[in-house]
């Protein structure tokens, strides 16, 4: 988000050298209709960039094949799904392996907007991820960035159903 929000200020000053602030302010005042929509169009473009900069993620690959997952990400801001999982009541565990090469990230399971299991990852990691399912249905393991305004790179995790 810190990024984007540079270049919103980047593209106001480059506007701002272009046509002036008087320009601006002049044109609001008499040609109300043409310059209004022009500021409304700039107002939604800011508003779909800010709100389209919570979850950024480039370079992934994600491989599916018998059961296994495979999911690698060159680098993510907010989160990113894994794989849904669909299970029965009690207890599950998925084997799994993540790696992160910067950054710390949490590997969840989610069910609707609750999480019910995490874990935390700043280097390697194996393990099971257990966590009791208290309905049957599906569930979405999902991986993000620990703290919400800072990126990982170089993540790679892999699952075993």
């Given at each position: 988000?810190?990024?984007?929000?540079?270049?919103?200020?980047?593209?106001?000053?480059?506007?701002?050298?272009?046509?002036?602030?008087?320009?601006?302010?002049?044109?609001?005042?008499?040609?109300?209709?043409?310059?209004?929509?022009?500021?409304?169009?700039?107002?939604?473009?800011?508003?779909?960039?800010?709100?389209?900069?919570?979850?950024?993620?480039?370079?992934?690959?994600k491989v599916q094949?018998?059961?296994?997952?495979?999911?690698?990400?060159?680098?993510?801001?907010?989160?990113?799904?894994?794989?849904?999982?669909?299970?029965?009541?009690?207890?599950?565990?998925?084997?799994?392996?993540a790696s992160v090469?910067?950054?710390?990230?949490?590997?969840?399971?989610?069910?609707?907007?609750?999480?019910?299991?995490?874990?935390?990852?700043?280097?390697?990691?194996?393990?099971?991820?257990?966590?009791?399912?208290?309905?049957?249905?599906?569930?979405?393991?999902?991986?993000?960035?620990?703290?919400?305004?800072?990126?990982?790179?170089?993540?790679?995790?892999?699952?075993?159903?």
């Amino acid at each position: 988000m810190k990024g984007y929000t540079s270049y919103i200020f980047r593209i106001t000053y480059i506007l701002q050298l272009i046509f002036g602030k008087s320009f601006i302010i002049e044109h609001v005042h008499t040609q109300k209709g043409d310059s209004m929509k022009l500021l409304r169009s700039l107002l939604i473009l800011t508003l779909v960039v800010l709100l389209s900069a919570c979850n950024v993620a480039t370079k992934i690959t994600k491989v599916q094949n018998n059961g296994e997952t495979t999911l690698k990400i060159g680098s993510l801001q907010g989160s990113h799904e894994v794989q849904t999982i669909k299970v029965e009541n009690g207890n599950v565990e998925i084997p799994y392996e993540a790696s992160v090469e910067e950054g710390t990230i949490l590997l969840q399971v989610i069910k609707g907007d609750q999480v019910i299991h995490e874990e935390e990852i700043t280097s390697e990691k194996e393990g099971l991820l257990s966590f009791e399912a208290p309905k049957p249905g599906s569930y979405e393991l999902s991986v993000s960035v620990k703290g919400e305004k800072e990126k990982a790179k170089g993540i790679r995790i892999h699952t075993k159903l």
